[in-house]
Every structure is written in structure tokens, then in C-alpha cells.
């Protein structure tokens, strides 16, 4: 299957943004109302001493005023937990009971019911994902980026345009929303601000009620990959220096954490802090025992009053990718309208996107990672113009290989940050298996969480995986499979793979049908049946498969008979019969013996046979049955082939050849004689030697009526040619009648369209003889999408169209035959463009003539971004200057940084006649 084709939007992106976000845009007036809104604001920021163009500032020069981050959200009106959720589907609740229950039985207290595993009955399919990476952004709801989503997106998409917003500033989100798979009712908490998102994420609890939750007394989910809740024990206590220590214990997985993680904690820190006794958790920006980094960019802001833009954090990241390879787990946090990035909208979305084209573009990981992109505040308040959509939504993106995760999806089901981290444990459990219970029972010691996200572990995101993966298959038996009638047979149906449930459809063979799982049947007559099971399983579409199951039925008490017959039974030779045979009784299956009287034989039940010479013949069949010792029977038929009534006809007379240019032409007269049929047709025999004479099958002189000329074309200059031409009748071919023989001069030019594949019809697969490269994907420049339809046919060449700077070329190589008077190079093009000038030429194709060491004969024509049309235009070109060259043929694409252009080229031909 071809994947969906990442083109960028066509829009252009906002070119300036404002200054300020929810927090900003308040506090600029200096004061905030207690209630509604604007309620939601920094504390300790002075507008005046913050410089308007911090974000254009180079890094080390960007001021940060905002420290510390605390937030007053106090007069702020949310809606109640739960009210907006309640309308979307809800995932499957796997529950659990968390704690003992103890009761007072008789003056004595005893333990009644104690903690139980959540156990998915259904054992939910989930994709062998072997790294997992979590995109967090800061400070959107869904409708502030997204609220243009049912036409901009997808269909159906709940979104709710706002009055302020940013959705003209995320065409890359809104192309990967297209792309991929998004839910349109996801949350990250229950109120704002950010830090408990974050909280979240690393604690594993599912609600918080201010800046600062409780540490949970078993542990944090960050604690998981640490494998401890502390660090090394000389780690040192200052948040703002390196730890030196390289105390032993090490996380059994891998991963890697980059961003201003400085939310997790009230202090400010850069670094994990146990808010239970106030220490700070140093976590090793080298894991001890390794140089390997596990954090990038942890502490400029809280260490050095500076902030890194968008994408230096998406750069480095990838480049740790690139030189350590990709952990089991990444958390990439960026910072989309933070102080420390200025509301750099747009560069957040650029170095989203960069995250996500790098990883789904690298053949090492695009088929085991899951990404998920999602905002890092729910804002569902009235909580400043950025934030009155009052949703408490913000979107989450699903991205991952069509393997395993639906593309160009919309999913209504009401997931929360524990769905996340339940699918960030399944990838760690496929990593390291026996971390979570493989038959999916979680219990109150598994890890430290809540009851609810142990439930939510049972089903992670399952509406965005590919169901079915594992295939559906069904098994079918049945007993006895053999025995005399009337026979009663016990089936047995089954079914694995799929999606359960299953339902049963069973065909006996014989004309009755069940739908029972495990039917029984009574066959009444002799034969062999063939009882077919047909399973269905629940998914959408529902996938089928089937099961075969033999049963031989044995008659009692008829003995074992053969009947032959056969049509015709007499005419003239040749004389073609088709002959039947059948054998009743006895003891089935049978097997059968022909011998049709003239020395020939078969074994076929119902062969056909050709009587060559006149006379009497009697076929005889033998059957036998698969009784032990085996019976026999046989039957005859008696077949009368008379004489023919004609002959074949004479030999043809006067045949001549006369030499032409590349070609030769013949005439000849009808014999004397057509032995008493008319002729039909004639057959030419060509051969480079005298006698030496073959019979054409292709060109002017094949295939040829009852004609006396004909001319044989596209032959070599100098070569001498000789044929013999025969008469044929009903009865058959007569004899060869004289010899003829011509040279041809000149040197031939054989007319026709030289390009192989021209149309590209040969899809994406195979796209030979053209030779494909492309700095994103060769394979999605044979495209058959909608999106760029093809002139004609089912498949196109789309080069370009992604809205940045790459190179894509087609190209095929053809030799061009001397002598012709014309040689025609043609093409239809489509241009298609989000380029506005209308005089420079940004985006170029190029249509070129290379020799055969790759040297450029000739630019044929340049086309560009200011020639785009609505449909298709030809484009004719005189190659007449290389014939007798092999030469090659290359279109050659080029696109710079932004706004893209497609060339779309289709039913190319080089004609020459």
C-alpha cells in the first residue's frame, strides 16, 4: 500500500504572531480581575524591563523576567470534572478493586475482599512498538489550534472556532491531524495551569488540585525508569550543578528527556524534586557507567535566566538520535507560547513537525515508534483571550507506521494523560518483557498507580491501532470422514487472529448449511462432500476467513458401474471427441483408465481425442473404486471416422519479393488447385538463408486472409530475405510453393513510441525503466492520490510538492533509430503552487537531454512555480538532433525552503516515424 503522501498545506504561515499569550496579553495592562477573564496571570513580571523582540535575540542574549513561574488562578470559573466528557465515548474500563476491604466479624476484624488484577478478558491487540515519543507542547486547547478542524481537517472533527486563536499558525499540526490519526476529545488533567500536566506524566496519578500534588508514598512513573526514587547518593543537592557522582544503579530502559522541564517542581528547578522531603532528585545528565546524555537542555532557564528556541530543542534532540540512537522512551517538551520563547507559534509547529518527518522518514524507526503530540494545558476556564473555548480539550495526535496505527483518522473516545502512559507501558513491557504482566494482569504492585490508570492500562488507545493484525484464521474438523450412508458427521469450528467476537457459517456440501460453531450433519447418499466453515469476525469491515473439511459417504450393497459416452461419435478426419465418463456404486473416489482404440490412452475422467485416420474405433473406460481389494468396471463407445471429402490445397505460383527501404513487399498467385475447398488464408515463411524459411507470427505478413500480397516491414538494410508462401483450406495447409528472395536498403526506421512504462501505470512498486530518486521518498513519487489525479490512467509522477527544500527526478533512457523523419518527445504537465509572485521563480523543473555518461546535451525547457495551470498541458519537443544516440530523458524538480510547488507529469511518448 502507498502511504499518504506528507505534502505541506498550501496556506502560508502567519508571518508575524502577537506578543503574549493567555498569561502575557492580561498582565501587559498591569492588572488582572479577580474572576472571568484574564484571571490567570504571572505573578512578578514587569512589561517594562522584557524586551518585544526577546525571540529574535541570538541564544545567551534572550532575558528571562518571569522567575519565578507562579501562577494565581484562583477567581478562575472551570466547568465541573467529567460534564464535557460525559458526551464521547469512553474507553473500556478493565476495573480493579485497589485495597483490602476489612470488616468486623464476630468482634473480630478480618479482610473480606483483598486487591485484584485488572484482567482484559479480550486481550487487546497492541502493536510491537519499541520506542515511545511523547511531543509535549506548551499552553493551547484544542479549539485555539484546531477549532477549524471538521474543514480543515477531517469530517465530523468537533471544533469550535474562537474569536482568538492560532489555528493560521499550525499548518504543519493541521497537516499531520490530516495525516495521521487525532482524537477531538482528549484531555491532559482536570484544571490549569501546566505543572500538573507535567506532574502527570511523570507521577502516573490521574488528578491534581494545585500547582504542586502530593507525592504519591510508592513512588513516581518517573521513579519506574529510574528504577529507585532516589538518585545516586553523591548526585550533590544544587539543582544548578552538574552532579559529579557515578554511584551504581541504572533504569532498565533507555531514554532520553529534553526541554525546560523546570514546570515539575514549584522551586523552579531543573531537575526532579521530591516534594515529600523537599530533595532534590539530581538526575545524571550522563548516566553513571556511560557517556551517553539522558538530558538536553534541562536548566537554562532555571540556572542561566536564558531560554533556547523551538528548534535547537527539536535539533539536538535529533542529532542524539542520530549519534546515540533512539531510546525506548522520549519526552520532548516545547515551549510554543511560553515567556522563553515569545510566542514563537509558528517555530513550535516548524520544529514539531521536523520531529515527526525525521523519525516516520527513518527506515530504523518509522515501523516501532509511536508519537503522540499533545498540548500541556487543558485551560477549560475563562482563563485570558487565548483560552475561552471552554472545552477542557487539547488535541492528541496518534502517528505511526499504517501497520499499526490508523492513518487520516478522527476518533471521538475520551482518553486521558493515564491512556497515554498506559500506552508508553505497553512500549517499555515490548522493550522489556515481564515488566508488565504478559496476560495483561495489573495489580495494586505492578507499579504506583491509581486504580483508574490501572484500568485504563487494560485498554491504551485501542480505537487507534490497526485491529486485525494479527490475521484472522479458522480451523475446522470434522469425525468420522469416512463411512458408508447414511453418515453422521460431528463438526468442529474454531477461530484466532482478528477481533472477537466470531460468528459461524457453515456449507455442507450437499446443499444444507448451519450456523451453529460446532454443528453435527447427516450426509443420506454416496459421494464425496467438501463441508466449507466460513468465519466473521467483529471488526470494521469485518474480516472473513474459511476452513475445509472432506468426507468420503460410501453406497452399500450397489456393486460398481462405469457408463462412457461420447460427442460426436462419427464424421470426417480429423475428428475431434469429447469424451465422459462416469462410475457409480462400489466404493468411492474412483479413478479412470481410457483407451480410445487407435493406441492412445488417458486417465482424465472426461478427456477429448483426435481421430487423425478413417475407420472404426471402440474407446473403452475403466473404472475403479477405492474398495480394498478394488473393483473394476468399464463401458465402450464406438467412434465411426470417415474419409475427408477434399484435399489440401496446391502450392502457390509466381511468388516475388521486391526491396524497399527497411521493408519488403510480396505478391503471389492462388495455385491451380484448392483442393476442393476454398482457401481461407495464406501463411508467409521468412528465413536469412536459402530453405532455411520460418513462418511469420508478427507483422505486415502474419496472420494473413485470402490475400495475394503483403508487405513485410522493419527489416535490416543489406540483409537478403527469402520466403516461401503456402495456401490453406478446411481440410489444412498445402505445399510451399517457389522461393523468392530481397534486400532491403535504406536503414529501416521502424515507426512507434520507444518510452517503456509511459504513463507510469506500472505504480509505485515497479516504477522501471524510469529511474526514480527523491530527498524525501522515491516510492511516493509514483503517485496514484487524489489529492494530484493523473491524466489519464490510474498513476501519475509527482515531484515535489513538500514544502521544503529537497530534489526529486524521474528519468528514463532510449535510443533513437537513425533515418526516421520525425522524433517527437511529448508530455502533459500539471503545476499546482502556494507561491504568490508572480515573477520569481522559486520552484523550478527542469526537462533535460543527458548522453550516455550523464553529461547535459540540452535543457529542453524550465518550468516553475509561475507556470501553474488548473489541468493538464502537453508539451511537444524535436529530439531529431540525436537520432541514432542513446540517450536519457530526465525531469529534474527543485523546491526551496517554504511554500510548495508539485509538478505532476503523466502520459509522457517519444513517437518516431
Known amino acids: 500500500m502507498r502511504k499518504w503522501k506528507k505534502r505541506s498545506a498550501s496556506v502560508g504561515l502567519v508571518a508575524a504572531l502577537a506578543l503574549g499569550g493567555a498569561s502575557l496579553a492580561t498582565a501587559e495592562g498591569g492588572t488582572h480581575p479577580a474572576s472571568g477573564v484574564g484571571s490567570c496571570t504571572l505573578r512578578g513580571w514587569n512589561p517594562a524591563t522584557s524586551a518585544p523582540n526577546a525571540k529574535s535575540l541570538p541564544l545567551g542574549k534572550r532575558p528571562m523576567t518571569y522567575k519565578p513561574d507562579d ?33 468486623t466479624v464476630g468482634g473480630h476484624r478480618v479482610v473480606t475482599a ?47 472556532v474562537q474569536s482568538t486563536n492560532h489555528i493560521s499558525s499550525v499548518p504543519y499540526l493541521h497537516q499531520l491531524a490530516k495525516t495521521y490519526a487525532l482524537s477531538d476529545s482528549y484531555s491532559t488533567g482536570v484544571q490549569p495551569p501546566s505543572g500538573p500536566n507535567h506532574w502527570f506524566l511523570f507521577s502516573g496519578q490521574s488528578s491534581s488540585s494545585n500547582q504542586q500534588q502530593s507525592y504519591p508514598s510508592t513512588g513516581t512513573q518517573f521513579d519506574r525508569f529510574l528504577q529507585s526514587d532516589n538518585g545516586p547518593s553523591d548526585e550533590g543537592t544544587n539543582a544548578c550543578t552538574t552532579p559529579s557522582g557515578t554511584s551504581s544503579g541504572t533504569s532498565p530502559y533507555t531514554f532520553v528527556m529534553n526541554g525546560d522541564i523546570y514546570w515539575m517542581v514549584s522551586s523552579g528547578s531543573g531537575y526532579w524534586k521530591n516534594p515529600a522531603t523537599g530533595k532534590a532528585e539530581v538526575l545524571p545528565p550522563n548516566r553513571p557507567g556511560t557517556s551517553i546524555p539522558e538530558e538536553l537542555h534541562y536548566n537554562e532557564y532555571t540556572c542561566q535566566n536564558q531560554s533556547i528556541p523551538d528548534s535547537t530543542v527539536a535539533s539536538d534532540y535529533l542529532n542524539f538520535v542520530n549519534q546515540y540512537g533512539m531510546p525506548a522512551y522520549n519526552y520532548v517538551e516545547l515551549f510554543n507560547d511560553h515567556p522563553g520563547t515569545y510566542q514563537d507559534v509558528s517555530g513550535n509547529d516548524s520544529a514539531t513537525n521536523s520531529i515527526v518527518s525525521s523519525i516516520m522518514s527513518n527506515p530504523t524507526y518509522k515501523d516501532n515508534t509511536l508519537i503522540v503530540v499533545t498540548e500541556d494545558d487543558t485551560q477549560n476556564g475563562n482563563n485570558g483571550p487565548d483560552h475561552v473555548s471552554n472545552t477542557y480539550r487539547v488535541p492528541l495526535l496518534v502517528i505511526g507506521s499504517p501497520t499499526y496505527v490508523k492513518q487520516h483518522y478522527l476518533s471521538h473516545v475520551a482518553y486521558t494523560t493515564a491512556n497515554v502512559i498506559a500506552a508508553m507501558e505497553r512500549t517499555m513491557q515490548n522493550v522489556h518483557s515481564g515488566v508488565i504482566d504478559p496476560n495483561d494482569n495489573l495489580g495494586s504492585s505492578t507499579f504506583p498507580m491509581t486504580t483508574a490508570d490501572q484500568a485504563a492500562l487494560g485498554d491504551p488507545l485501542e480505537d487507534f491501532w490497526v485491529q486485525g493484525s494479527t490475521p484472522l484464521s479458522a480451523t475446522a474438523t470434522g469425525s468420522p470422514t469416512t463411512g458408508n450412508a447414511p453418515l453422521t458427521e460431528n463438526f468442529t469450528g474454531s477461530a484466532t487472529g482478528g477481533t472477537a467476537p466470531y460468528t459461524y457459517s457453515w456449507n455442507f456440501g450437499d446443499g444444507t448449511t448451519s450456523t451453529a460453531q460446532n454443528p453435527s450433519h447427516t450426509y443420506t447418499a454416496a459421494g464425496t462432500y467438501t463441508a466449507t466453515l466460513t468465519v466473521t469476525d467483529s471488526a470494521s469491515p469485518a474480516h472473513t476467513a474459511t476452513a475445509q473439511v472432506t468426507t468420503t459417504v460410501n453406497a452399500v450393497g450397489n456393486p460398481l458401474a462405469a457408463s462412457a459416452s461420447a460427442t460426436p461419435t462419427s464424421g470426417q478426419v480429423p475428428l475431434s471427441v469429447a469424451f465422459t465418463g462416469t462410475g457409480t456404486g462400489g466404493t468411492p473416489g474412483y479413478s ?143 505445399a510451399a510453393g517457389n522461393e523468392a528472395s ?82 517527437s518527445f511529448s508530455f502533459w504537465l500539471h503545476v499546482n503552487t502556494a507561491e504568490t509572485s508572480t515573477s520569481s521563480a522559486y520552484d523550478t523543473l527542469k526537462v533535460q537531454v543527458l548522453n550516455s555518461s550523464g553529461t547535459v546535451l540540452s535543457t529542453l525547457a524550465t518550468y516553475s512555480n509561475l507556470n501553474h495551470n488548473t489541468g493538464y498541458t502537453q508539451h511537444t519537443f524535436n529530439l531529431g538532433a540525436y537520432a541514432g544516440q542513446k540517450v536519457t530523458l530526465k525531469f529534474t524538480g527543485a523546491e526551496d525552503f517554504e511554500y510548495q510547488t508539485s509538478f505532476v507529469l503523466d502520459d509522457a511518448a517519444v513517437n518516431v516515424s
Do not use: M
Not at 493406441?599 to 472404426?616: D, E, L
Open 742 to 823: 530481397a534486400t532491403p536498403t535504406g536503414t529501416g526506421c521502424k515507426a512507434g513510441q520507444l518510452l517503456g512504462n509511459p504513463g507510469f501505470e506500472n505504480g509505485s512498486s515497479s516504477p522501471a525503466p524510469w529511474t526514480v530518486t527523491s530527498t524525501h521518498s522515491p516510492v511516493e513519487v509514483i503517485n496514484s492520490s487524489s489529492s494530484e489525479p493523473p491524466h489519464s490512467g490510474t498513476w501519475d509522477a509527482w515531484l515535489n510538492g513538500w514544502g521544503t527544500t529537497d530534489t526529486d527526478t524521474v528519468a528514463q533512457t532510449v535510443t533513437l533509430p537513425t533515418g526516421c523523419s520525425s522524433y
Open 592 to 734: 479412470y483408465s481410457w483407451n480410445f482404440g487407435d493406441g492412445a490412452t488417458s486417465t482424465a475422467q472426461n478427456p477429448s481425442h483426435t481421430y487423425s485416420t478413417a475407420g472404426t474405433y471402440t474407446a473403452t473406460l475403466t473404472v475403479t473404486d477405492s474398495a480394498s481389494p478394488a473393483h473394476t468396471a468399464s463401458s465402450t463407445v464406438t467412434i465411426t471416422a470417415d474419409p475427408i471429402a477434399a484435399t489440401v490445397p496446391g502450392a502457390p505460383t509466381g511468388l516475388t519479393a521486391t526491396a524497399g527501404t527497411g521493408q519488403v513487399s510480396l505478391s503471389w498467385t492462388p495455385p491451380a488447385s484448392n483442393g476442393g475447398e476454398n482457401i481461407t488464408s495464406y501463411k508467409v515463411y521468412r528465413g536469412t538463408a536459402s530453405g532455411g524459411e520460418t513462418l511469420l507470427t508478427s507483422g505486415g505478413c502474419s496472420g494473413l486472409g485470402a490475400v495475394t500480397s503483403c508487405t513485410d516491414t522493419g527489416l535490416t538494410a543489406g540483409q537478403t530475405y527469402y520466403y516461401t508462401v503456402t495456401a490453406v483450406n478446411g481440410v489444412g495447409e498445402g
Open 114 to 160: 483483598s486487591p485484584t488484577a485488572a484482567v482484559n478478558p479480550l486481550a487487546p491487540y497492541f502493536p510491537p512498538f519499541q520506542h515511545f515519543v511523547v511531543i509535549y507542547r506548551e499552553n493551547h486547547t484544542f479549539d485555539d489550534y484546531l477549532g477549524d478542524c471538521a474543514t480543515t481537517v477531517i469530517a465530523g472533527c468537533n471544533g469550535q
Open 71 to 103: 501562577f494565581d488562578c484562583s477567581g478562575a470559573k472551570f466547568a465541573p470534572p467529567g460534564v464535557e466528557f460525559a458526551k464521547f465515548p469512553q474507553p473500556r474500563n478493565f476495573s480493579i478493586t485497589d485495597k483490602s476491604v476489612v470488616r
